[in-house]
């Protein structure tokens, strides 16, 4: 089993949709999570961090249940430029933190 | 400001040859990542640094790869004997480590192809 799951999608949506990707994590160690951002033959950046008790910036909303184990990111309005692969991300306790990065869920978003 | 900077950006050889692949982190950074991304396995850790002292390379494939950070301003990858299962985007990222989390930036990669 994969440490970090994702749906790889495609999700196909129109301009103004809102979309969520979920994201599963079979560590109950895990420590921190975050969500990062890559475009395509780009490199990946960070989008945001995730809170146990959610967070929102702008039109993302990030949220984490540990008894799940699941986390996910919702995205308001999309625009065009949120086309885009997301990537989720987990670290483990112990030492200094390694990212485990899901596969990603690649989004397109059409006029 | 500067940020990670890899070369080269692309990498064609042949199966058998030996490849370097070089990487500038953020000046004061002091982790330094290397990372390998294929369609089929995702985004990986291969090894880290720490005041350029490598910590943890349980993510090296195997003995083809080492890595070393000679100075806190460089590393290289070295891939020797190449082979065709090696072609992927390699990532070099950087971050100052504060305790906890902190935001790694990635460079642009190089993209290998072994023929």
């Known amino acids: 089993r994969k440490e970090v799951e994702q749906d790889p999608g495609p999700f196909n949506v129109p301009e103004g949709a809102t979309v969520a990707f979920n994201c599963t994590y079979s560590?109950?160690?895990?420590?921190?999570f975050f969500w990062y951002r890559q475009d395509c033959r780009k490199e990946p950046k960070l989008l945001m961090s995730v809170y146990s008790s959610g967070n929102e910036d702008g039109r993302f909303t990030a949220q984490l249940n540990r008894a799940s184990q699941y986390i996910s990111l919702l995205i308001r309005d999309s625009k065009l430029s949120d086309s885009a692969t997301y990537l989720c991300?987990?670290?483990?306790?112990?030492?200094?933190?390694?990212?485990?990065f899901g596969a990603g869920t690649r989004l397109a978003v059409h006029p | 400001d500067a940020g990670v900077i890899q070369s080269p950006r692309h990498e064609v050889t042949e199966m058998g040859q030996e490849v370097t692949l070089r990487c500038k982190p953020i000046?004061?950074?002091?982790?330094l990542f290397w990372y390998r991304q294929t369609m089929m396995r995702g985004l990986e850790l291969l090894i880290y640094f720490n005041n350029n002292v490598p910590i943890d390379d349980s993510g090296m494939p195997e003995d083809r790869f080492s890595a070393k950070m000679p100075n806190a301003s460089f590393s290289t990858l070295k891939i020797q004997p190449s082979e065709p299962r090696d072609s992927a985007v390699y990532f070099c990222a950087s971050t100052l480590g504060q305790g906890g989390f902190s935001e790694q930036f990635f460079g642009p990669g190089t993209r290998l192809t072994v023929l």
């Open positions: 560590n109950s160690a895990s420590q921190s």
């Open positions: 000046s004061g950074h002091d982790y």
């Open positions: 991300v987990v670290t483990l306790s112990g030492g200094y933190n390694k990212l485990i």
